[in-house]
């Protein structure tokens, strides 16, 4: 049993990281509340999100194949899971469906692995997840013991989970397009991939862009030449009518500037000398070190946190704001760069012009993100509390096993899952990933702060066999705060988004699921 000194470190600010050492709540700033003294405020909490759906005729699951078969192809890869058109689907047709996607990635892995070994070597094949009559939700668990539980596979498949393959500091991103490198077919993908990226154009070059419809194909993936402009679009930034775009481009970009001219010189200020200089020490931690340590890009990052913190004084600064810049500036910036990996990309080169363009869409997609979901951020980061507080009674229904383990040997959910809330999960996944995720989280309704939940519990129990094999309370609180998933690809991040579309189909409109 841990002691209370070694529990109490997990409350106090990091100033740094330390490889293979347990990690303290990144982003505290101020003390959790504690769920045993304040067991009224938890009582009030609300109930799990709920997701309207509106009344439609009921569809046949052969209806909903054939209608979105161009983006799902759920029987030749998994780069196209799951491409919503969430609102048209009753809960039955959506699980069948999931199941089936996940059922046919086993078959897959599992015929993979016999390839690579020889004729006397094959394994007995293994059943991938049966089917879910009405929803059960033990697929997440049979799923996750399927990642764990097969014959060898080869390295190119899925490489094993080995705790030093935890994610470093500094990461290697590459943005290609939405397929991991090195999958089969290289030629079948280009091709797909080329009809999928047709498909984007066509949308967004009509004069006015259906937006549900772009919600839909870019559920399943965003192409790598049209995220820029799908994202600006996708979080509202910019208007669905293609008149009216460039003058909203021109005026937000003005507005931007004229805030930098109004306050950043105050950032020496003694009322704000200390937001700035947290904002300071906070950017030289970030990944990919290579591009943030770039002088321009620094300052870049700099006059985004601070103007954002000047006008949002409800919350202020707070850490783990700064890594939501991240993903819109690489997306943005990899618009204007020749080089695939972005840790090599000398910001330098590109245009003063280009670069302030980039710095002010940046600041205003990550306003539009940081707006529903500002509680997380607010005095004693309500929102956190109250979603850490749902994941915990969510993991109990869906994995009671995971839980009473986690309980059994004292490891309290804020201890890994602050970092996965504050941070929406980037410290814990590859950059790569998490644009990978954004792409999804900006497609489906309130993606950040509610769909965001459901992804954090698949997660979670993704992991239920490592984490039911480890007997100590730090042994176990290291393995969750240094996940293995540096070798992690689009394809794995698929299977969490469809078993999070799942958990979400059956929990959100269904509050009293959580009640045993």
């Known amino acids: 049993m841990a002691s209370d000194g070694v529990r109490k470190q997990f409350w106090k600010r990091s100033n740094s990281k330390v490889p293979g050492s347990i990690q303290h709540v990144y982003g505290a700033q101020h003390p959790p509340f504690d769920p045993l003294l304040h067991g009224t405020w938890l009582k009030a909490t609300p109930k799990v999100p709920t997701t309207p759906v509106k009344a439609k005729r009921v569809s046949t699951f052969q209806e909903f194949e054939s209608n979105t078969s161009d983006a799902w192809d759920a029987g030749e890869d998994d780069d196209e899971l799951l491409a919503m058109a969430a609102e048209s689907l009753n809960t039955e047709v959506v699980m069948e469906t999931a199941n089936r996607v996940l059922r046919d990635h086993s078959q897959r892995q599992e015929q993979h692995a016999q390839e690579a070994l020889g004729p006397e070597q094959k394994p007995k094949p293994v059943a991938g997840p049966p089917p879910v009559p009405g929803g059960d939700l033990r697929l997440v668990k049979s799923v996750s013991e399927s990642h764990t539980s097969r014959p060898a596979e080869s390295a190119s498949d899925t490489a094993p989970l080995q705790r030093s393959q935890s994610l470093p500091h500094s990461v290697t991103v590459t943005l290609g397009g939405v397929s991991d490198p090195g999958t089969p077919s290289s030629s079948a993908l280009s091709e797909r991939e080329a009809s999928r990226l047709d498909k984007f154009q066509q949308l967004l070059a009509g004069p006015h862009t259906d937006l549900e419809e772009l919600r839909r194909l870019s559920w399943s993936g965003i192409p790598k030449p049209v995220r820029p402009i799908t994202w600006k679009l996708l979080s509202g930034y910019l208007p669905a009518n293609v008149d009216r775009r460039p003058s909203t481009l021109q005026r937000k970009q003005k507005e931007y500037f004229a805030f930098i001219e109004h306050y950043y010189d105050s950032r020496n200020d003694d009322v704000h000398q200390?937001?700035?200089?947290?904002?300071?020490?906070?950017?030289?931690?970030?990944?990919?070190?290579?591009?943030?340590?770039?002088?321009k890009v620094t300052e870049i990052f700099e006059r985004i946190l601070f103007i954002w913190a000047i006008r949002h004084p409800a919350s202020g600064y707070v850490q783990g704001i700064n890594d939501l810049v991240t993903p819109f500036f690489v997306v943005f910036i990899c618009e204007y760069i020749e080089e695939e990996d972005v840790d090599v990309a000398d910001v330098s080169r590109v245009p003063a012009e280009v670069l302030r363009n980039v710095e002010a869409d940046t600041y205003w997609c990550m306003s539009k993100l940081l707006d529903g979901i500002q509680d997380n951020y607010t005095f004693a980061q309500p929102g956190i509390q109250m979603k850490v507080k749902m994941l915990e009674e969510l993991v109990s229904r869906i994995d009671e096993q995971v839980h009473r383990h986690l309980e059994q040997h004292e490891v309290r959910y804020l201890q890994f899952a602050f970092r996965w809330m504050n941070?929406?999960?980037?410290?814990?996944?590859?950059?790569?990933?998490?644009?990978?995720?954004?792409?999804?989280?900006?497609?489906?309704?309130?993606?950040?702060?509610h769909f965001h939940l459901y992804v954090c519990a698949a997660f979670l129990v993704r992991w239920r066999k490592e984490i039911l094999e480890e007997r100590d309370f730090q042994e176990l609180l290291l393995f969750l705060q240094n996940l293995p998933t540096a070798h992690w690809g689009n394809e794995d991040v698929s299977l969490l988004l469809a078993e999070a579309y799942r958990l979400k189909f059956a929990f959100a409109d269904a509050p009293n699921h959580y009640k045993k």
């Open 423 to 449: 941070n929406l999960l980037m410290r814990e996944l590859p950059l790569r990933c998490t644009i990978r995720l954004w792409d999804t989280y900006q497609s489906e309704p309130e993606g950040f702060s």
């Open 274 to 295: 200390d937001t700035y200089r947290q904002i300071h020490i906070d950017i030289p931690r970030m990944s990919p070190e290579a591009l943030i340590l770039q002088p």
